[in-house]
Nanobody, 128 residues
């Protein structure tokens, strides 16, 4: 059974940093593009960032460009999201998910309908 587990969420002050991890079990991460998504209370889920199978290609939502960095360590079967210069508007539950589609099929950012095997999420709260 494909399973993804997120970790690393916490309460942090504005301007702070966090690193989220997305660990896979039951399958090899190498065959999948991985996306990070977030959902704030009362808002729709949005794609934050995604990374290709090899890690050579990445995408970011405009509001996180220059602040967040996605990376992967296929040997550890884990994908990371380094989040710097955090803002209160980054507060949300963060999820990771996997897509078996070729990278060039993921048009228009990181479209959530193309991803599956969703984890349960990790809470990130940015507040003074």
């Amino acid at each position: 059974q494909l399973q993804l587990v997120e970790s690393g969420g916490d309460l942090v002050q504005p301007g702070g940093s966090l690193r989220l991890s997305c660990a896979a079990s039951g399958f090899t991460l190498d065959y999948y593009a991985i996306g990070w998504f977030r959902q704030a209370p009362g808002k729709e889920r949005e794609g934050v960032s995604c990374i290709s199978r090899s890690g050579s290609s990445t995408k970011y939502e405009d509001s996180v460009k220059g602040r967040f960095t996605i990376s992967r360590d296929n040997a550890k079967n884990t994908v990371y999201l380094q989040m710097n210069s955090l803002k209160p508007e980054d507060t949300a539950v963060y999820y990771c998910a996997a897509s078996g589609l070729p990278w060039n099929r993921l048009v228009g950012g990181c479209p959530a309908p193309y991803f599956g095997s969703w984890g349960r999420g990790t809470q990130v709260t940015v507040s003074a």
